[in-house]
């Protein structure tokens, strides 16, 4: 019904930049909130940033000031420019959406990886 596909990871050196793009399609009515979640290596999923069809946004503590979630409403996609990247930045990278469809709910990508290193 939903399908959100995730691209523009990679390697990174630290300090750098990557921008993660996200774009949903299927049969979508609306789209309540958008978000970036990241699952390291023995690590649990974590929220990095989200933003809600207003217009808020919300980042965890380890983002802030580096990473920016912006939104194409009219595309229905979202977007993650991380700069100044981290070594504790590399994970995989999943977009979220709650989207209005024929069966409301979260709906996942399939992750992209993020690998910053020298």
């Known amino acids: 019904q939903v399908q959100l596909v995730e691209s523009g990871g990679g390697l990174a050196q630290p300090g750098g930049s990557l921008r993660l793009s996200c774009i949903a399609s299927?049969?979508?009515?609306?789209?309540?909130?958008m978000g970036w979640y990241r699952q390291a290596p023995g690590k649990q999923r974590e929220l990095v940033a989200s933003?809600?069809?207003?217009?808020?946004?919300n980042y965890a503590d380890s983002v802030k000031g580096r990473f920016t979630i912006s939104r194409d409403n009219a595309k229905n996609m979202v977007f993650l420019q991380m700069n100044s990247l981290k070594p504790e930045d590399t994970a995989v990278y999943y977009c979220?959406?709650?989207?209005?469809?024929?069966?409301?709910?979260?709906?996942w990508g399939q992750g992209t990886q993020v690998t910053v290193s020298s």
């Open positions: 979220n959406a709650h989207v209005a469809s024929i069966r409301t709910g979260g709906y």
């Open positions: 299927g049969t979508i009515f609306s789209i309540y909130a």
């Open positions: 933003t809600v069809s207003g217009g808020t946004t």
